[in-house]
């Protein structure tokens, strides 16, 4: 039997949070991961809206997940105490691990990170934020560890393959649209200015 909060259970971890109606974006590894990035991971950062009634809300999803601190010590109520001391808040759940960080390098924290965001559904109805794949980008870089490399060239080709995605999908919208439009003036339908 694996130990409390080694085995990663992303949708359930994710539900309970949503059930509670917490706000906050995803970051970190699983977020580069659902933007296509080839690496793995044992937990999930969030970064909350530091509003008090959402951090209320963060709080009794954290009690319903049996959240502890990777370092044993006592878990002030995020509502009382917020932002944390420390730049990371670690948690143990039942199931996986879930760090909490106020301000992530190279951001402001959640107003920055949420204009950017996406939404995604990762099924069973449980829909998240996720910061975009260029603010992934962004704050993975401002880490500065060699060790990360190879993650940032291949972060920053699927960021170049997805806003030439973008252009791509934007150029077949408007010939599309031109179609319909040079149509519409062929057949007569087109409106009289």
Do not use: K
Not at 71 to 79: I, Q
Not at 124 to 138: E, K, M, T
Request: net charge neutral; proline share 5%.
């Amino acid at each position: 039997m694996t130990g409390r909060g080694e085995q990663l259970d992303p949708w359930e971890l994710l539900r309970v949070l949503q059930e509670h109606r917490a706000m906050y974006v995803v970051v970190g590894a699983f977020a580069r991961v659902l933007h296509g990035a080839p690496e793995q991971t044992s937990g999930i950062d969030i970064v909350p809206w530091p509003r008090a009634e959402n951090l209320r809300h963060l709080d009794a999803a954290l009690v319903e997940l049996r959240a502890v601190r990777d370092d044993g010590r006592y878990l002030e109520p995020l509502a009382s105490a917020y932002p944390p001391s420390e730049p990371v808040v670690r948690l143990r759940t039942d199931f996986g691990r879930l760090s909490i960080v106020a301000e992530p390098r190279g951001t402001s924290g959640f107003d920055d990170l949420r204009r950017r965001s996406e939404i995604e559904n990762i099924g069973h109805g449980v829909r998240i934020q996720v910061a975009s794949a260029s603010d992934c980008l962004r704050m993975l870089a401002a880490l500065e560890r060699p060790e990360d490399a190879d993650r940032l060239r291949l972060l920053q080709r699927t960021v170049e393959l997805s806003s030439l995605q973008r252009e791509q999908t934007r150029q077949a919208r408007q010939a599309e649209l031109e179609r319909r439009r040079g149509h519409e003036r062929d057949s007569g339908l087109g409106l009289e200015r």
